[in-house]
């Protein structure tokens, strides 16, 4: 099975900028969850997607979105950037649901910086 | 409401000496609890997990972790350090469910010396 993985792994954008991260989960699995991890920092929970719906937010502005794909795949956005956005924005797979319970599997990263 | 606390944010072992790196949780419901471990720009890995089965869960990597309900803790212990266990750990707590949205702790950067 594939694991978790995230594009790109790199980039920079300009303050006021808008920025695309993507996120293909494991096979498999049907719930997406986005974290940012600023220096030095542990994981902060932005939003996880569970079947193509929001199932959850974190203390985020509405500036921050996502979507899930039917293949469930993912996307974060985030407008209006800020340089305080600068940091490792992480994705995790996981299965929910009927019974099934799979721990989070978590893809390497995008490291977001924000000049 | 849930949180974590990780008690210092480093650590230093010689090579061979017990880790020991220490995690307390809070949580209005019976929690799930994990630590992961983070090396130098990489994801996170699953070291283990407690899920309300046994009260001392085995992990990966010789590391192993005991849930004290009493004490609001889930400290991670390894009898022996070895300089590949440098990295970063992270205590996480979620709520009993499937959704694993996860509460990180601020992490602890372990440093193995030879």
């Known amino acids: 099975e594939t694991g978790v993985t995230q594009s790109p792994t790199h980039l920079i954008k300009t303050r006021g900028q808008q920025v695309t991260l993507r996120c293909s989960s494991q096979?498999?699995?049907?719930?997406v969850s986005w974290y940012q991890q600023a220096l030095g920092q542990g994981p902060q929970f932005i939003f996880q997607?569970?079947?193509?719906?929001?199932?959850g937010r974190g203390n985020f502005p509405p500036r921050f979105s996502g979507l899930q794909f039917p293949n469930y795949s993912s996307e974060l956005n985030v407008n209006a950037l800020e340089l305080d956005d600068s940091a490792l924005y992480l994705c995790?797979?996981?299965?929910?649901?009927?019974?099934?319970?799979?721990?989070?599997?978590f893809g390497q990263g995008t490291r977001l910086t924000v000049v | 409401a849930q949180s974590v606390t990780q008690l210092g944010s480093h650590v230093s072992v010689s090579e061979g000496a017990l880790v020991l790196l220490r995690c307390n949780y809070s949580s209005s419901v019976p929690p799930y609890l994990f630590w992961y471990v983070q090396y130098p720009n990489q994801g996170l890995q699953l070291l283990l997990k407690y899920t309300s089965a046994a009260t001392l869960v085995k992990g990966i990597n010789g590391f192993e972790a005991e849930f004290k309900k009493s004490e609001t803790s889930f400290h991670l212990t390894k009898p022996s350090a070895h300089m590949s266990d440098a990295a970063e750990y992270f205590c996480a707590v979620s709520r009993m469910d499937s959704s694993y949205k996860l509460i990180f702790g601020s992490g602890t950067r372990l440093l193995v010396r030879p």
């Open positions: 995790a797979s996981s299965t929910a649901g009927q019974g099934m319970n799979t721990e989070a599997f």
């Open positions: 997607y569970y079947r193509e719906e929001e199932n």
């Open positions: 096979s498999g699995h049907n719930t």
